[in-house]
């Protein structure tokens, strides 16, 4: 299916625990993004990717890891889930000065 | 660095009427697009309007308007006709000139009443 996937769309897991969420999209969008919302913050940005191989931090990068090997794919691994990465996490694609599209989201719960 | 600001966290109105929601943001940069962006209680964000930095003219999208006051660096979303199915969550974005990331709000929660 065309468009941009997130994968799990609800997760639960246990603190300490490495955990990844997986992004793909297939419009081969040069930049690729991942942002988690939280009450009375609206989306904060976590990584963000120019092009393959090409990954920037944004404004709450600790505690995250991305990579982006191939251009549809953009996994995001939290290497020591804690209870503050508890949230929505939404991945979004866009060609360069365009908006976004944005994923459907996944809930992420860390106990 | 960029900075999006939405000072109303909700905001009520009847069907049928008009309902502006507010947005100013500040940047240095000379080039940058303005979004907003629409999330029902299912979750998933749903792009509403741009406006360029360099537009001269308001961005019109059906019922949806941009009020652009590049002067007082607002970026407001007027919403005519207002009907039930627009009860959700509202956010301005914007995206500046290096183009790597767009920055968003804290939203308005609006709720149309019957």
């Known amino acids: 299916d065309a468009g941009i996937t997130q994968s799990p769309r609800y997760k639960i897991t246990e603190t300490g625990r490495q955990v990844t969420l997986m992004c793909h999209q297939t419009w081969s969008h040069s930049y690729m993004f991942w942002y988690r919302q939280d009450l009375g913050h609206g989306l904060r940005l976590i990584y963000y990717?120019?092009?393959?191989?090409?990954?920037d931090k944004g404004e709450v990068p600790d505690g995250y890891v991305v990579s982006r090997s191939k251009t549809e794919n953009f996994p995001l691994t939290l290497e020591s889930a804690t209870r503050s990465q508890t949230s929505v996490y939404f991945c979004?694609?866009?060609?360069?000065?365009?908006?976004?599209?944005f994923g459907s989201g996944t809930r992420l719960t860390v106990v | 660095a960029q900075k999006i600001t939405q000072t109303q966290p909700g905001m009520f109105v009847q069907e049928k009427e008009a309902v502006t929601l507010d947005c100013t943001y500040d940047t240095s940069d000379q080039s940058y697009g303005l979004f907003w962006y629409k999330q029902p209680s299912s979750g998933e964000m749903i792009f509403l309007i741009y406006?360029?930095?360099?537009?001269?003219q308001n961005a019109t999208e059906g019922r949806y308007s941009l009020n652009f006051q590049k002067a007082r660096k607002s970026a407001n979303l007027v919403i005519s006709a207002s009907q039930l199915g627009d009860s959700a969550m509202y956010f301005c974005a914007m995206r500046g000139e290096n183009n790597n990331d767009m920055r968003f709000g804290a939203g308005t929660r609006l709720t149309v009443k019957p």
């Open positions: 990717s120019a092009a393959a191989d090409i990954t």
């Open positions: 406006q360029g930095s360099y537009d001269e």
């Open positions: 979004a694609s866009s060609d360069k000065g365009y908006g976004y599209t």
